[in-house]
């Protein structure tokens, strides 16, 4: 099987006392994929090809400069990407200029219709075009695909070791459940990956670890909040101290926020 190859890392991150621990593989499979990206070979102009075209998403490339660990490599990156990205815009100024410029010069009539959008303009298409065209460059990330495709294979490994390996499962349902973004990915893979009778039982225990913890963590934020009250100070923190952070990645995943 497959799948037995994601079964240490993943076992490995379900042994971690957090509050999910697929936010654990996420965040090692994003600090590998950024090291992966930032190798030596990757860096050769023929490897750059798929790169120049998709770029990174702004969170990938401010992680890929702050690591400083191959900046020429990423100064290469850039400048192909941006004379990549820019030629297929060039086409586009070039194409929309006639049109542009005929729209500086219309007449009220034309104005109006246009402006009760009757009737789109040359410059309302080239907006269109160029605000799509724009997007786009953020939403293509050769980390970001790198990292779906790899987490696609960890959750697929969960739910089967889920229904396999009686002690993953007691993990799981013994830990502290999962941040809520990675709570949706699992309700998503079950639908996709396991029989419906399995997927029934797996959602019906999934929602109630995720119930249970979901209390929790608002039990121990409120303690976090009522520590603040003079009345409280010699009060023991319990399991509060680092409540905040923990509750933020409970509802958002992680981040840089620890
Ligand atoms: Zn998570
Ligand atoms: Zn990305």
Not at 153 to 180: A, H, N, V
Request: glycine residues 4%.
């Amino acid at each position: 099987m497959k799948e037995q190859i994601y079964t240490i890392p993943v076992n490995d991150a379900f042994s971690e006392d957090c509050e999910c621990p697929v936010c654990v593989l996420e965040q090692n499979l994003e600090n590998d994929s950024i090291s992966f990206m930032l190798s030596p070979a990757l860096m050769e102009s023929d490897n750059r090809m798929a790169t120049n075209q998709k770029g990174f998403c702004r969170r990938h490339f401010g992680m890929l400069y702050s690591k400083k660990e191959n900046v020429l490599g990423v100064s290469l990156v850039i400048e192909t990407h941006i004379q990549h990205q820019m030629g297929i815009y060039k086409k586009l100024l070039k194409k929309s200029k006639k049109g542009l410029d005929a729209d500086t010069k219309m007449n009220a009539v034309r104005n109006l219709a246009g402006h009760i959008g009757k009737s789109p303009t040359a410059t309302s298409k080239f907006i269109s075009d160029a605000t799509g065209f724009l997007a786009s460059l953020d939403d293509n990330c050769e980390v970001c695909e790198r990292i779906d495709r790899i987490m696609g294979r960890y959750t697929d490994t969960i739910l089967w070791m889920y229904f396999k390996d009686t002690d993953f499962r007691e993990k799981i349902k013994s830990g502290k459940g999962f941040c809520l973004p990675h709570y949706k990915l699992l309700l998503e893979s079950a639908k996709e990956q396991l029989s419906p009778k399995q997927t029934a039982l797996f959602v019906n225990d999934l929602n109630e670890l995720m119930m249970n913890n979901i209390n929790r963590i608002l039990e121990e934020i409120q303690w976090f909040s009522k520590k603040f009250d003079y009345r409280n100070k010699d009060a023991s923190w319990k399991n509060s101290r680092d409540a905040v952070p923990r509750a933020i990645n409970k509802f958002v995943s992680y981040g840089d926020f620890k």
